[in-house]
């Protein structure tokens, strides 16, 4: 075992599976320049000095030609893994990702494959609009993508490794307060932990229970899923016990583990950085009113940011996205009931 930050666990897998099969390479802007960061968050600093620059190849500003590389080389039997130095650029590869990687395999009858990575930065850090959104509900509703949260080391490895054995394309969010490394963020968590040094992977529609409860079942994911850990050690010492569920993975989700805790607490919130309007805590309020309605002793509720573009002034911004004083005050809503 080894005590590593996001940024190194995710560093590690790449390693890892490109040396285990010659078909992995990683593409991007500035993924390994000399005397740059390795890409926007260090996670490819370095790789090229054992795998050489037709493996890593350091792109144009130009998120169009990206996701047409990562298409095409995946068809081929190729298994690109692209670095986008801010998930926002996803917009810019929505023809390649949305109308040809997604749709590939069906059209073809199964006969088409495309195994591709995108690992995108996400979350709001005092960079304004643009470079500050949480993206994940946009693609959770495209059929034929895989969409993944991994906020751990220990998962970020694991998961990683799983999406580039993946036939289909996977997008991996990646919070930026979360990543450590050698780039600090303003305001970053200090999340290290322990990822085995062998071969792992971590199976995707499968969540993790961070802090068992009987009263109210919280699910939050990245950076939120600390926030709600915050919050739930803060309700106890009211006497609000909370059991806190990182899904992980929103597509495929793992409706099972949340359904038996609400099954046991009657109680739901969803915790998310993305928008109140259709995030991703839409859908899953939807299933629960839809298949455990009888479960539930209370409305469902979700925090999330508010429906307005992620303003660049802090505390504008910190009023905006989720805090773990919003989360308290909302089960302490639905204790009540």
């Known amino acids: 075992m080894a005590e590593l930050s996001i940024a190194d666990a995710l560093k590690q897998a790449i390693r890892e599976e490109m040396r285990r099969d010659e078909a992995v390479f990683c593409l991007g802007e500035d993924v390994d320049i000399e005397g740059g960061m390795g890409g926007a968050f260090t996670v490819t600093k370095g790789l090229a000095e054992e795998f050489g620059n037709e493996r890593i190849l350091n792109t144009p500003i130009a998120e169009i030609l990206i996701g047409g590389v990562c298409v095409g080389a995946g068809i081929t039997g190729m298994r690109p893994v ?3 130095q801010y998930g926002d650029f996803l917009f810019c590869m929505m023809d390649q990702l949305v109308n040809q990687a997604a749709k590939m395999c069906y059209m073809s009858g199964g006969t088409v494959h495309v195994p591709m990575v995108l690992r995108a930065p996400c979350g709001a850090t005092n960079r304004g609009a643009q470079h500050a959104q949480s993206l994940e509900s946009y693609f959770t509703h495209i059929p034929g993508l895989k969409v993944i949260c991994p906020s751990t080391p220990y998962d970020a490895k694991g998961m990683l490794k799983q999406a580039i054995r993946d036939d289909n394309p996977v997008l991996v969010f990646e919070h930026k307060l979360l990543y450590g490394g050698s780039r600090k963020e303003k305001d970053a968590m200090k999340v290290a932990g322990e990822v085995p040094e062998t071969d792992y992977t971590v199976e995707f529609g499968k969540a993790a229970v961070r802090r068992e409860g009987t009263d109210v079942t919280i699910v939050a ?30 597509v495929p989700f793992d409706y099972e583990t949340v359904e038996q805790s609400v099954k046991k607490t009657g109680k739901l919130c969803i915790v998310h950085e993305d928008t109140y309007n259709n ?56 204790a009540k009931f």
């Open 221 to 250: 994911n990245l950076l939120m899923s600390y926030r709600a850990q915050e919050a739930a050690v803060e309700l106890e010492k009211e006497g609000i016990s909370c059991e806190v569920i990182d899904p992980r993975s929103l």
């Open 82 to 84: 692209a670095d986008l």
């Open 279 to 334: 995030g991703w805590g839409a859908q899953v309020a939807s299933h629960f009113a839809e298949h455990n309605i009888f479960d539930l002793d209370a409305p469902i509720k979700v925090v999330a940011a508010y429906d307005t573009p992620t303003p660049f002034a802090a505390p504008m911004e910190n009023y905006v996205i989720p805090s773990t004083k919003r989360i308290i005050e909302t089960v302490r809503e639905l």
